[in-house]
């Protein structure tokens, strides 16, 4: 590992345009050795932009760069790759139908040779040990089977697997957004060891509790630019938020939402999970906010995904009695259809309605799609783009756009905020509680224990059967984790 206090990387004036969104506007950042950057922004502001300049996956128009004092002309990610430097992306980048040993030896060419699949499996899991002591995955197992938790965690673990190439700094873009509480601080307590021994990371999140308390020295970013840099113990959440240029600081009012709230109406859903013997069920009427918690894999996506067939197709033990949507939290294998507009991915849970005769009535999408940007602020400058030109966040926000512009009555909702930046969060839990207000029902799975706070009810989930099922006013942290670990299975 380098010196202390020297520059990994340094960037001067980097420009990038798409098209007509200059998504950096002259950016200056670097990173020293042994320290953790936080880096954060609302959705949009650059930061994946940025740090595909680092990793060598983007060449930026403008600027310079320089890796340890050494000016780099024809950067890329071999080459990054060679000065130590590495990124974990947003996107998962796994092969789905490759073993997890597979996958780990196409970062590491130097497995070669008889045995390469062995030393790839033990190379993986000597780090997943490392990280998520926990962590119930085999190299054998084929990544396209784990769940998105189980993917991100390889994916972090493989990026600090080392063979050939050195490890100084690795990017982490969002990389607890499908973690449970309990495993993302197995990662930040990591990444903090990492840094200590001498290592780099530059850490995206929206959870901004996250990067106070792990990163050394925070980078804000808003509309291509860096707008704000210092020390983290600098900031505090307010003034983060004000930087950023979001939307206030509010606190939920328990007493306040409740308040607001009408009794609940008729039965919407009644369901039982597989495995569950013990006779508990969901049971979710008009009108409520279902909360669906507990360590992530542990049976709530597979539940929401069952009531989602059940609403097609009849099934044992699910009772559904009113259209369904679905926000699926893996956007990349579940929700977006790549080759279609911004426009289209929302429009097509509307289709009754966006007809004109036999046809599609582009006046009716173009004007449903131009309600969802501005009412969740959707950053871009045409609806008609590609959903791949949003950055991830955006993407997120069209496929809540999908759910609510539809006309189901029930919203299922699969840890639907990643990569969501705080301001839209509020607003969009805002929106949930107006619908759920106007009788709509919310099935909602989230692995950020702070949005069960607009949850009428919670259901903890453990080995595919709901452990616990708490009221808002009994929800703690604690009780979720008690009863995540607890032996009441
Ligand atoms: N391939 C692309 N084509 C067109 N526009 C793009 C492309 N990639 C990024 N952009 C645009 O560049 C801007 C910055 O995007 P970027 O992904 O860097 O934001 P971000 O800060 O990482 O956001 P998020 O928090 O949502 O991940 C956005 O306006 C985005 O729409």
Redesign the pocket.
Known sequence: MPEANTDIIRLNGAEKH??A?R?LNGVDFHVVSGECVGLV?H???????LMHMVAGTLRPDGGEIAVRGNAEIDYSVARALKLGIRCVF?ELSLCPNLSIAENTRISHPALTGLGWRRKAANLIAAKLDEIFPDHGISADDIAGDLSIGRRQMVEVARAFTVTGDPLDLVILDEPTSSLDAHTAGQLLAFVRRFVAGGGSCILIS?VLGEVLQNADRIVV?RDGKVVATDAAKAFDRDRLVATMGGAEAREKIAAEIAAARPAAGPLRVRARPERQQDGKELVAHAGEIIGLAGLAGHGQTDLLLAIFKAAQRARTGIEVTAPVALVAGDRQSDGIFPQWSIAENIGIRSLARLRKGLLISPRREAELAEFWKQKIGI??PDMTNNI???????QQKALFARALGSDAEIVLMDDPMR?V?IGTKLEVYDLVREEAAKGRTFLWYTTETEELDNCDHIHVFKNGRIVANLTRDELTEEKIIQSSFGDAA
Do not use: E, P
Not at 43 to 49: E, L, M
Not at 388 to 394: A, D, I, P, R
């Open positions: 798409f098209g969104v998504a922004g959705n949009g502001a650059g930061k994946s932009t947003q929206h970013m950053r871009t791949f030109s949003l950055s991830g966040g955006n990569g930046d």
